[in-house]
């Protein structure tokens, strides 16, 4: 059964420092999500992107978040610099283009924690 | 703006016994609810979805959740539990007006469910 893949599972970095974290979706998968889930919390959507595209990033904290999806496949998410508050565990997703009703496939996700 | 709420951060429930994890909804227009399930240290797997049609829908491991319009709620049941449902289960509902074509997903904080023996 396919899958949505990520690395690292776990990651311990320093605040102000840099973190990156890798998705790959579903194959075939046009559409890929970032979420961020704080403990006790509900994930919360980072960024969408539609193939390499990004159609959603209104809750990203762009003055330290990037997220790239360059050739429509696989993307990135980067944290510059890290800061306490931004320990959680972030999941990635991904959806085919047909599933016009949100049914979204998750990854095992990252946990960070800054120290 | 849309909105789920899961009033319980816990329930416990004994094998064998029927189980019913609430949700409540605040959207406008038609909702598109989901039932996620997240064990420990991984991520969230698909239970079920309404979209339209009948208001009992019927998912994965036994699960099944009930729609009902007029309480605005989805409230997941299962007719008996499993101590392997012992997970933590989110509701969601899915944001047809939004950015990035409308498949936009707002979860509740998540309910706790421990099935023992």
């Known amino acids: 059964e396919a899958e949505v893949a990520q690395s690292p599972r776990y990651k311990i970095t320093e605040k102000s420092q840099a973190v990156a974290f890798w998705c790959d979706p579903i194959s075939g998968h046009a559409t890929l999500y970032w979420y961020r889930q704080i403990l006790g919390q509900g994930p919360e959507l980072l960024v969408q992107?539609?193939?390499?595209?990004?159609?959603?990033d209104s809750q990203l904290p762009k003055d330290r978040f990037s997220a790239e999806r360059l050739k429509g496949v696989d993307s990135t998410l980067k944290i510059q610099p890290a800061e306490l508050g931004d320990s959680a565990m972030y999941l990635c997703?991904?959806?085919?283009?047909?599933?016009?009703?949100?049914?979204?496939?998750f990854g095992p996700g990252t946990r960070l924690t800054v120290l | 703006a849309q909105s789920v709420a899961q009033p319980e951060d816990q329930v416990n429930v004994a094998e064998g016994n029927p189980l019913t994890v609430k949700c409540t909804y605040s959207v406008s227009g038609n909702p598109y609810l989901f039932w996620y399930v997240q064990y420990p240290n991984r991520g969230l797997q698909f239970l079920l979805k309404?979209?339209?049609?009948?208001?009992l829908v019927k998912g994965s491991y036994g699960f099944e959740a009930e729609f009902n319009k007029s309480q605005t709620s989805f409230h997941l049941k299962k007719p008996s539990a499993l101590v392997s449902d012992s997970a933590l289960y989110f509701c969601a509902v899915r944001d047809k007006g939004g950015a990035g074509g409308g498949n936009k997903l707002t979860f509740g904080t998540g309910t706790q469910l421990k099935v023992e023996l």
């Open positions: 997703a991904s959806s085919s283009r047909g599933t016009g009703y949100g049914e979204q496939f």
């Open positions: 992107f539609q193939d390499e595209s990004v159609v959603d």
């Open positions: 309404y979209i339209t049609g009948d208001n």
